[in-house]
């Protein structure tokens, strides 16, 4: 996350309004977290003088990322190139409102056509409809918004020094897996009595800024659990941000939290 500064906090994770009110809820272990070693790492692109001439002062270009907007395939061999403009941009995600225009280079890196304007560049702006979507994943919330809102808060308030998110996006589709055991743990029925583990993978991208700091962006899955405690009735709770953790990597991550509810990252 750059510039945010870590600490060591014991909280409490929200429940989502559909839980039982009256469970206990879970001591919030620490959260924090280093970027994935394994995380795949785009080298930069060699973008051509020509491509560079007229640009904007301050606008910056890389290479298309994994996880930013989805651009049409590009040529045999070639590549997109974004130009980024704005205070919110990491090497690997920008929010889409913060690409000013794309274009395409060939393999041997010479620009192919003229370059596409972004009509929706300006400021970013929040987007949950991926959570908030009531026929989608998590329509068996009440106040999705709210509830998702909830679990970032106390996810950074772990790894977070004080930090005032200025936007939120949910970025893919959320993934939820239950059962009550290692061995059955799929997309649950609610139709039928819930299972006693849950979990929520919800791909996320923000942008923040901590007191004294610039502005900064992250991405990530926020993930969150709920499973029963020791005692009769019980009910444990947990919450996590993983850095730079795709969608594709939703389901392993939940399959993990939910057998280990307590685990540090």
Same mark, same amino acid.
């Given at each position: 996350m750059g510039i945010f500064s870590r600490k060591r906090r014991d909280d409490r994770a929200p429940a989502p309004q559909d839980a039982p009110q009256d469970a206990p809820q879970a001591t919030v272990q620490d959260a924090a977290h280093e970027p994935p070693q394994d995380a795949p790492h785009t080298p930069p692109h060699e973008v051509p003088q020509d491509a560079l001439r007229g640009l904007p002062a301050g606008g910056t270009t890389r290479p298309a990322g994994p996880q930013d907007p989805v651009l049409p395939p590009a040529g045999p061999g070639g590549s997109w190139i974004y130009e980024v403009a704005g205070e919110y941009s990491s090497d690997s995600w920008a929010p889409p409102e913060s690409i000013r225009r794309w274009w395409e280079v060939d393999r041997d890196g010479n620009v192919v056509g003229e370059p596409v304007e972004n009509e929706h560049f300006g400021p970013p702006r929040d987007d949950l409809t991926r959570a908030t979507d009531p *026929?989608? $994943?998590? &329509?068996?919330? +009440?106040? +999705?918004?709210?509830?998702?809102?909830?679990? !970032?808060?106390?996810? !950074?308030?772990?790894?977070?020094? *004080?930090?005032?998110?200025?936007?939120?996006?949910?970025?893919?589709?959320?993934?939820?897996?239950? &059962? %009550? %055991?290692?061995? *059955?743990?799929? $997309? $649950?029925?609610?139709? /039928?009595?819930?299972? =006693?583990?849950?979990?929520?993978?919800?791909?996320?991208?923000?942008?923040?800024?901590?007191?004294?700091?610039?502005?900064?962006?992250?991405?990530?899955? !926020?993930?969150?659990?709920?499973? $029963?405690?020791?005692?009769?009735?019980?009910?444990? /709770?947990?919450?996590?941000?993983?850095?730079?953790?795709?969608?594709?990597?939703?389901?392993? =991550?939940?399959?993990?939290?939910?057998?280990?509810? %307590?685990?540090?990252?």
């Amino acid at each position: 996350m750059g510039i945010f500064s870590r600490k060591r906090r014991d909280d409490r994770a929200p429940a989502p309004q559909d839980a039982p009110q009256d469970a206990p809820q879970a001591t919030v272990q620490d959260a924090a977290h280093e970027p994935p070693q394994d995380a795949p790492h785009t080298p930069p692109h060699e973008v051509p003088q020509d491509a560079l001439r007229g640009l904007p002062a301050g606008g910056t270009t890389r290479p298309a990322g994994p996880q930013d907007p989805v651009l049409p395939p590009a040529g045999p061999g070639g590549s997109w190139i974004y130009e980024v403009a704005g205070e919110y941009s990491s090497d690997s995600w920008a929010p889409p409102e913060s690409i000013r225009r794309w274009w395409e280079v060939d393999r041997d890196g010479n620009v192919v056509g003229e370059p596409v304007e972004n009509e929706h560049f300006g400021p970013p702006r929040d987007d949950l409809t991926r959570a908030t979507d009531p *026929d989608g $994943p998590l &329509g068996w919330l +009440t106040d +999705t918004e709210t509830v998702v809102r909830g679990w !970032l808060a106390v996810a !950074l308030e772990r790894i977070v020094e *004080d930090v005032e998110i200025h936007w939120l996006k949910v970025i893919d589709t959320p993934v939820v897996l239950a &059962g %009550d %055991d290692v061995s *059955d743990f799929a $997309p $649950p029925d609610f139709t /039928q009595d819930p299972p =006693s583990r849950i979990g929520v993978a919800v791909p996320v991208g923000f942008g923040g800024q901590v007191e004294g700091h610039d502005p900064a962006v992250a991405w990530g899955l !926020l993930l969150w659990v709920m499973v $029963p405690g020791d005692r009769e009735g019980e009910t444990l /709770q947990n919450v996590w941000l993983r850095y730079e953790i795709g969608a594709d990597r939703a389901a392993e =991550s939940l399959r993990i939290v939910l057998q280990a509810p %307590d685990i540090q990252f």
